[in-house]
Nanobody
Framework: QVQLVESGGGLVQPGGSLRLSCLAS????????MSWYRQAPGKERELVAG????????NYAVSVKGRFTISRDNAKNTVYLQMNTLKPEDTAVYYC???????WGQGTQVTISS
């Protein structure tokens, strides 16, 4: 059974940093592309970043390019999202997603506020 468990969210001041983690189980992680999405209150869920199974290809939303970095450790079945220079508009619930199985994690709240 596919499981994705996010962690690392929290309350941070503008300009700060956070690193989100997503621990995967129940499937062959190293064969699967992974993504991070986010959903702010009253808005649709949007793609933040994606990474190929081997980590060689990455893509980012325009709004986070240059500030966020997606990475993965296939030995640990974990995908990360390093978020720097955070802005209030980054406030959202962040979700891990594996498209191969159309499966979502439960989400982790990120709040950027002074």
């Amino acid at each position: 059974q596919v499981q994705l468990v996010e962690s690392g969210g929290g309350l941070v001041q503008p300009g700060g940093s956070l690193r989100l983690s997503c621990l995967a189980s129940g499937f062959t992680f190293s064969n699967s592309a992974m993504s991070w999405y986010r959903q702010a209150p009253g808005k649709e869920r949007e793609l933040v970043a994606g990474i190929s199974s081997g980590g060689g290809n990455r893509n980012y939303a325009v709004s986070v390019k240059g500030r966020f970095t997606i990475s993965r450790d296939n030995a640990k079945n974990t995908v990360y999202l390093q978020m720097n220079t955070l802005k209030p508009e980054d406030t959202a619930v962040y979700y891990c997603y594996v498209s191969r199985f159309k499966s979502w994690g439960q989400g982790t709240q990120v709040t950027i506020s002074s």
